[in-house]
């Protein structure tokens, strides 16, 4: 079974210091990943995803994400936050190995960026 | 853009009564997905239609919960007794199909049964 977990129910970080949001995953085969971002009372929204290739992922609004086989993990990432990041952060898992197995989320993290 | 509409965005019912909400995917879109996400807590899938076809319901509460995508596009959710442990945000998503890597979630209904 696949399982994605999310250590830190919040992380708060000042505007304009580096933000880490942090995901660990437990698939059978080969990982998708994926970071979504929820705002206050609206729907989750694609930031970025890991398929195959360069470790490094870029995505939406100056994100990033990098790819650990080895430690299991695909942790978020952003050189500068900004208060309009303040928001839930949910990191999902699908095994590519596995046909169409549904997309597995973590719990969130609340991410709160102090100006 | 193109986005996931869902109506309504807001349900307050009584325990016992009966609830329904309707998604409207990215036309297109084959794949549809209900996801209930507890507060606190990330989504988990109800029900994945691929056009008017179940897919996977294995999560969903059959004995009081139904879904149907008739003619592969629009789609409704029902709760029928809702219980207090309904409670929750209801998601719809859809994908191109359900192939694809990314996932296109609605606003979502938020249902407090009281």
């Known amino acids: ?115 | 853009e193109a986005e996931v509409a869902q109506s309504p965005r807001y349900k307050i019912t009584e325990k016992s009564q009966a609830v329904a909400f309707w998604c409207d995917p990215i036309s297109g879109h084959a794949t549809l997905y209900w996801y209930r996400q507890i507060l606190g807590q990330g989504p988990e899938l109800l029900v994945q239609f691929q056009d008017e076809s179940v897919v996977d319901d294995s999560q969903l509460p059959k004995d009081r919960f139904s879904a149907e995508r008739l003619k592969g596009v629009d789609s409704t959710l029902k709760i029928q007794p809702a219980e207090l442990g309904d409670s929750a945000m209801y998601l719809c998503a859809s994908s191109l199909n359900s192939w694809s890597y990314e996932q296109y979630f609605g606003p979502g209904t938020r249902l407090t049964v009281t």
């Open chain 1, 1 to 115: 079974a696949q399982s994605v977990a999310q250590p830190e129910d919040q992380v708060n970080v000042a505007e304009g210091n580096p933000l880490t949001v942090k995901c660990t995953y437990s698939v059978s085969g080969n990982p998708y990943l994926f970071w979504y971002v929820q705002y206050p009372n609206r729907g989750l929204q694609f930031l970025l995803k890991y398929i195959t290739g360069d470790n490094l992922v870029k995505g939406s609004y100056g994100f990033e994400a990098e790819f650990n086989k080895s430690q299991t993990s695909f942790h978020l990432k952003k050189p500068s936050a900004l208060v309009s990041d303040s928001a839930l952060y949910f990191c999902a898992v699908r095994d590519r190995n596995s046909g169409n197995t549904p997309l597995v989320f973590g719990k969130g993290t609340r991410l709160s960026v102090i100006a």
